[in-house]
């Protein structure tokens, strides 16, 4: 085994530059594949550290179901059994105004109790002397900031830091440095320490908590704690261990994160085709070496496991250089995905960038399966070749895989894919779905042999009046079908992989287009600056509502407030609105019934609009009646419709802003929707507003069709990393191509030597490895659009609808059919183009007598 | 008429160069059969690739039909392969994805013929040898025998001046050995200049002269009388 292994296989693998682009693939796919898990593992390891680093030694936190809660509970609770040390908190995330060089940032402030703390977190604290900390951090407006954030915007102790706290401006005094591990690690640094007393009075939280922290006994289970601690605090508080967040955001991001790292294994499915069609090629081109071998007397097992050999060898070292282009590729891909997640779900600190080395021996592995599983059918070939069989000329026709058990076996696979794809959610993993678009590409794969033969026969008439490349070509194609079809097959995939994702973001984004259309029609939305921060708590100045009404040209206003609950103890967004001002002019789009009736009946009867995703979420229908927790105990309302609403937070339920307003004592304003009288200009208006708010208070007043702009765009930021992935897959596929053209270009030396010695030019060998390219690239690009159909349906109604709860308008545009034809036809001619010169560069002699 | 002067051709290679032609000098009268004979390795082929332009000589000069071939392109070559030069081979060396008429039209239509012109062309061709029955026949379906007459036709369909012809009873028993010397030798009759590779004295009575190469030289040369020639087989 060695000597055949040394002499045979190392020659081979590593002479031709066939094996060279195998190599490039299968690395580059299994790169993208490694690279999506470590920057996802990072995300959520930036996060569960963050969390860690606030929760310190606390093993239990309390919060209030409908949000701050009153502090006079803190007293039971550190009276409770098993309790050990309690710590109030108040916590808020602001927007930064000063040093200029943090605006957009967000700051969190975290209010605490200084005599607690001790037990709780640890401080190592820089830049004050340590008897001083406690008298200078009990002063008004003092604040500790980590050394990090104050290095990054150069803040000296002393100096002083401008945020938006509700409704104004705050000013803070920094007294000293967090560093060290531990709490300077929050929040990626952004994170500002504040005496208890001040935060509450600074917040508008008089008397209220935020969350109070619990360190409980070590002898006592934590269950039992658990248990006596809900029956003191009642149901309107929840009562959760700290990692319990973390674990949260984990089920949050599980289906953006699987979506992720489905998108990444397409170049990897890609590549396992490279590897198969390698070998597959291989065995092919050497059964005259096969047969000789064979004939030496050397095994069938041993010509097996010589092209299993390959096949590992070749994974493995696709595997290690995988892993170490993927440690490249996931910093870029970190860096979109935390930007895209911290824009859609929650804040994510800037994500320190960590290899776990389990993820080498990961790559590795994964390149040794993928190898062995994709070298195993052309290994068992190999194998089976009897020794004069493999001895035969080119003339020994290799007899055509017969279509009809192609079309069988598609016709089959379909069916299978079809009821899949009817199977319910299970778990809240879409795993039937993803099954079924795995299934619907193979039944895809199966129809290229016959696809090929029928494309072949059907352009044989065509070619008749065309110079004879072209029918050298279309021969070509047909005989070495062995050969083309998987790469067609491959190509296909990565192609209709693609379309199928543009056909389904593009669906999503009529959608969203349509939906902006029908229920965005306020003129001018005013709101902070930080509008569009996830976690911002900024409120609107008291008063402005009934100001704006006064402003000729506006016609009405609706004020918008939301509230953060726990919602059958997951966080939701309860939102309260002026509904008749908003069934006036404007609507929700329901999912049955008409829009101002059950508007106007939520108003009379106070009851509550759901959106869908939030539907979903808790499998919900109208007119069932839920419990939203709020300050007065639970409130039992009943859900009066359903709604479109394309966000990723979870969904909301929305309510009349004066049952908010009754039930919350909540007069604040978030956002207001201002709606002008006919005729009066927008941008005028808009200037008095700027004028009025703009500056001092930093407000914000976008017309609505700067409004729909900027929701597009972050949908469309949203979908950078996908289409990144997607690139990654074609450029896999186009080395596909490439490769076995090469291969082509390799087992017809003599073929291109007669044609040059009978008198074809170089120009019309070119032509003709060229014109196979592009028959290549027609045929995969007609599948893939026939196949993409299935899959943007299957990733429409199934996938997306299983993992978001959204329900989209299918729309398979045009426009991708001649793009797809465009690329197409380009990549294969692109990936035509190597081999084509090698080709017209042959030795016309040697390419005669090689036999 | 096919002359060389002073012919080398060498095998680059960095430690063993090939000297497979060592100043050969050739005259070879226009219309004449002339037949390359020597122990394998002499430098048959690569003589007849020479002449036909698929390689080139390392120094000397080729002349046909008295042009210098020297400063001829890849282009040039093409041209002349279209139009004046036919090539046989040992190996039949027909494209397997062709039936034999359009093995036949093939060089027609690559130097840009009407198709129905190639084909017309090319089935008189094929009639020409025999095989005119076997028609849309791929190669997988032709005896040996058969895809040489192919080969032939495909070589002579463009009228040639020149017929350059590699062992091509090398693969054949005798007997269609001899329907293929009997076919070439026609082909001489009606004026093309023959010059045909072999190993076998099968092909002696029908040719004008033979050439023996031995170690890339020309050993000596054997003219074959015409009345011996006729008298002798047929
Ligand atoms: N591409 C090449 N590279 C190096 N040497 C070559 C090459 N082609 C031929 N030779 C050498 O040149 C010499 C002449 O070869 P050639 O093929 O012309 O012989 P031949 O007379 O046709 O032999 P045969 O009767 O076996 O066909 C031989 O020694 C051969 O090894
Ligand atoms: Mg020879």
């Given amino acids: 085994m060695g000597v055949l292994f040394r002499w045979i296989s190392f020659r081979h693998l590593f002479r031709e530059p066939r094996a060279w682009l195998t190599l490039i693939g299968v690395a580059l796919g299994i790169s993208v594949f490694i690279s999506i898990r470590i920057a996802n593992q990072s995300v959520l390891s930036a996060y569960r550290h963050s969390v860690d680093a606030v929760a310190g030694n606390t093993t239990l936190e309390v919060a209030g179901k409908a949000g701050p809660f009153d502090e006079t509970i803190i007293t039971s609770i550190r009276e409770a059994p098993g309790v050990r040390s309690v710590a109030p908190i108040i916590h808020a995330a602001l927007p930064m105004s000063s040093p200029s060089s943090t605006e957009g940032e967000i700051l969190f402030l975290m209010g605490v109790d200084l005599l607690q703390e001790g037990a709780f977190r640890q401080y190592e604290i820089g830049g004050i002397a340590p008897e001083k900390i406690f008298t200078e951090l009990m002063e008004p407006d003092a604040v500790l900031l980590t050394e990090p954030f104050a290095t990054r915007h150069q803040i000296e102790v002393g100096g002083t830091i401008s945020v938006r706290a509700g409704n104004r401006n705050l000013s803070l005094r920094v007294v000293g440095l967090l560093k060290g591990s531990g709490l300077a690690e929050a929040e990626g640094g952004n994170i500002a320490i504040m005496d208890i007393a001040s935060a509450q009075w600074r917040l508008d939280k008089l008397g209220k908590l935020d969350r109070i922290d619990l360190i409980t006994e070590e002898g006592t289970p934590l269950h039992q704690i658990m248990k006596t601690l809900a029956e003191r605090i009642g149901p309107d508080f929840s009562l959760r261990r700290p990692e319990q967040r973390s674990e949260q955001v984990e089920k949050m991001l599980f289906a953006f994160q699987l979506n992720l790292t489905a998108l990444s294994a397409i170049s990897l499915f890609v590549g396992i085709f490279l590897i198969y069609n390698t070998l597959l090629v291989s065995v092919v081109h050497r059964r005259k070496e096969i047969g000789i071998l064979r004939s030496l007397g050397v095994t069938r097992l041993r010509i097996f496991f010589l092209f299993l050999f390959e096949g590992i060898l070749l994974g493995t070292i696709g595997g290690i250089s995988g892993v170490i282009i993927g440690a490249f590729l996931a910093r870029g891909i970190l860096r979109l995905v935390a930007r895209t997640v911290s824009a859609l779900y929650v804040p994510i600190p800037p994500s320190p960038f960590s290899l776990p080395p389990s993820v080498f021996w990961e790559g590795i592995g994964i390149g040794i399966i993928v190898a062995a599983l994709s070298s195993l059918f052309p290994a068992m070939q190999a194998g089976q070749l009897r020794p004069r069989e493999a001895m035969e000329g080119i003339y020994s026709s290799q007899q055509a895989p017969s279509t009809i058990k192609f079309l069988l076996a598609a016709a089959l696979l379909g069916v299978v894919s079809y009821l899949l794809s009817q199977v319910p959610l299970r778990w809240n993993l879409p795993a039937a779905g993803y099954l079924a678009a795995g299934l619907l590409l193979i039944t895809f794969s199966m129809l290229v042999p016959p696809a090929l033969l029928l494309f072949a026969r059907l352009i044989e008439p ?153 539907a979903n979420r808790f499998g919900l229908q109208e007119g069932e009646h839920i419990e939203i927790p709020s300050p007065q105990g639970k409130i039992s309302l009943e859900i009066a419709g359903i709604f479109y609403e394309y966000s990723t937070d979870g969904g909301k339920m929305v309510i009349d802003r004066s049952l908010l307003q009754r039930i919350w004592k909540d007069d604040r304003l978030n956002v207001v929707a201002i709606y002008l009288e006919k005729g009066s200009d927008p941008g005028v208006v808009r200037q008095q507003l700027v004028q009025r708010w703009g500056a001092e208070q930093g407000l914000t007043f976008i017309t609505q069709v700067n409004f729909k702009n900027e929701i597009l765009r972050i949908f469309d930021q949203t979908f950078l990393v996908t289409y990144a992935l997607e690139w990654i897959a074609v450029v896999v596929a186009l080395l596909g191509i490439t490769n076995t053209l090469f291969v082509s270009i390799l087992e017809r030396q003599r073929e291109i030597g007669i044609l040059r010695a009978i008198g074809a030019s170089r120009r019309q060998v070119v032509e003709v490895v060229l ?45 991708v059919i001649v793009h797809s034809f465009l690329l197409a036809t380009l990549t294969a001619l692109l990936a035509g183009y190597f081999p084509a010169r090698k080709a017209a560069r042959l030795a016309v002699t040697e390419a005669i007598s090689y036999e | 008429m096919i002359e060389l002067n002073e012919i080398d051709k060498t095998y680059p290679h960095p430690v063993h160069p090939v000297a497979a032609l060592k100043g050969i000098t050739l005259r070879i009268e226009k219309g004449s059969f002339s037949l390359l004979m020597g122990p394998s390795g002499c430098g048959k082929s690569t003589l007849l690739n020479l002449i036909g332009g698929l ?106 001046q020149i017929l350059l012809a590699d062992e091509p009873t090398g693969n054949l028993d005798s007997e269609n050995g001899e329907e293929i010397l009997k076919l070439l030798s026609s082909r001489a009759r009606a004026g093309v200049t023959l010059l045909l590779a072999t190993h076998s004295p099968q092909a002696v009575p029908y040719a004008d002269q033979v050439i023996h190469l031995k170690d890339g030289r020309v050993d000596r040369i054997d003219r074959i009388d015409r009345i011996d020639r006729t008298g002798g087989k047929r």
């Fill in chain 1, 771 to 815: 014109i196979e390219a592009f028959y290549m690239g027609v045929i995969g690009n007609i599948l893939s659009l026939f196949c993409a159909l299935f899959l943007s349906l299957l990733l429409i109604f199934v996938i997306n609808k299983q993992s978001f709860g959204w329900t989209l308008l299918y729309h398979y545009p045009p426009s």
């Fill in chain 2, 55 to 160: 390689d080139q000589p390392t120094s000397g000069d080729l002349l046909l039909g008295g042009r210098p071939t020297r400063d001829f392109s890849d282009a040039d070559w093409t041209r002349l392969r279209q139009t004046e030069i036919g090539m046989i081979f040992q190996f039949f060396n027909l494209l397997p994805m062709l039936n034999a008429l359009e093995n036949v039209a093939l060089p027609l239509l690559l130097r840009g013929d009407r198709p129905e012109e190639a084909k017309a062309r090319a089935r008189t061709a094929l009639v020409s040898v025999g095989l005119g029955g076997r028609l849309d026949h791929r190669p997988s379906a032709l005896s040996g025998g058969e895809m040489q007459r192919v080969a032939i036709a495909r070589a002579d369909v463009v009228s040639p």
């Fill in chain 1, 462 to 614: 065509l070619l008749e009046r065309l110079p004879p490349s072209w029918r050298l070509a279309r021969g070509h194609l047909e005989q070495a079908m062995r050969r083309n079809g998987p790469t067609i097959a491959a190509f296909m995939g990565a192609l209709a992989m693609m379309i199928s994702v543009v056909v389904m973001i593009e669906s999503f984004r009529d959608t969203v287009v349509l939906w902006i259309d029908q229920t965005i029609k306020a003129d001018i939305i005013g709101a902070p600056a930080s509008l569009l921060s996830k976690e911002s708590e900024e409120t609107l100045p008291d008063g402005l509502i009934s100001e704006v009404r006064r402003i000729p040209g506006v016609e009405a206003v609706d004020g918008y407030r939301s509230v953060q609950v726990l919602f059958r103890e997951e966080p939701a967004l309860l939102v309260g609105r002026d509904l008749a001002v908003h069934a006036a002019h404007s609507r929700y789009l329901f999912r049955s019934g008409d829009s101002k009736e059950i508007i106007e009946r939520a108003i009379r009867e106070g009851t509550v609009l759901i959106s869908e995703v939030f």
